[in-house]
């Protein structure tokens, strides 16, 4: 069965530092993975989506996100983070029947 | 621009009291969801329509039920709503891809506060 691990509940970090947000999968054949973003009592807002192609993914916000199939990893990165950044973010695989498996999701917490 | 809305953002009901919370797109999207989402715990799937066929996941209790009259819309339906029920629910809908290649566009929620 499809699953998504998220290893970290809670990350903070310095506003202006780099960030790096763990994700891995376990999924059979090959991946439709997604980043989503949560604001407090908001609904989720796509970051970005790897499908195929290139394993390096720019998404909104200065997000981006790489595939890598030996690691089953699919960590989300941005270089300078904003405290606007500060979220819950979920990593997602695409599962069957048109249905996302989501990870537990990690809260960023950003401080200045 | 195309999107998903969701009425009301807040719900209070009674313990018991039956409540409905609406989802509407203009995204013209084949496949509609919703989601339970209880505090710092990812979407818990409860059902989707693809189309007009309805498919509900396994441990979604009885007491859900859902209604898509159109494209457009689609319903939650709690016929009796506890204390545990309190969550967000979330609507989101997609195109038609199979095994998850389309993302998913979620409205903004509806927080239901059960007294």
């Known amino acids: 069965a499809q699953s998504v691990t998220q290893p970290d509940i809670h990350i903070t970090v310095s506003e202006g530092a780099s960030l790096e947000l763990r994700c891995n999968y376990s999924?059979?054949?090959?991946?439709?993975l997604f980043w989503y973003v949560q604001s407090p009592g908001q609904g989720l807002q796509l970051l970005l989506k790897?499908?195929?192609?290139?394993?390096l993914v720019q998404g909104i916000k200065g997000f981006e996100a790489e595939f890598k199939r030996s690691q089953s990893s699919f960590n989300l990165r941005k270089p300078s983070v904003h405290w606007s950044d500060a979220a819950e973010y979920f990593c997602?695989?695409?599962?069957?029947?048109?249905?996302?498996?989501f990870g537990a999701g990690t809260i960023l917490r950003v401080k200045s | 621009d195309a999107m998903v809305i969701q009425n009301p953002r807040y719900q209070v009901t009674q313990f018991g009291k039956p409540v409905t919370l609406s989802c509407s797109q203009t995204?013209?999207?084949?496949?509609m969801y919703w989601y339970q989402q209880k505090s710092s715990q990812a979407p818990k799937l409860l059902f989707h329509?693809?189309?007009?066929?309805?498919?509900n996941e396994a441990d979604t209790p009885d007491n859900f039920q859902s209604r898509r009259p159109n494209t457009s819309f689609c319903f939650l339906d709690i016929r009796s709503p506890g204390l545990g029920d309190a969550a967000m629910y979330l609507c989101?809908?997609?195109?038609?891809?199979?095994?998850?290649?389309?993302?998913?566009?979620f409205g903004p929620g509806t927080r239901l506060t059960v007294l």
């Open positions: 329509y693809y189309d007009k066929d309805f498919n």
């Open positions: 995204l013209n999207h084949n496949v």
């Open positions: 997602a695989v695409g599962a069957g029947g048109n249905k996302l498996v």
């Open positions: 790897y499908f195929s192609g290139d394993t």
């Open positions: 989101a809908t997609s195109r038609e891809g199979g095994r998850g290649r389309n993302e998913q566009f």
């Open positions: 999924y059979g054949a090959t991946p439709y």
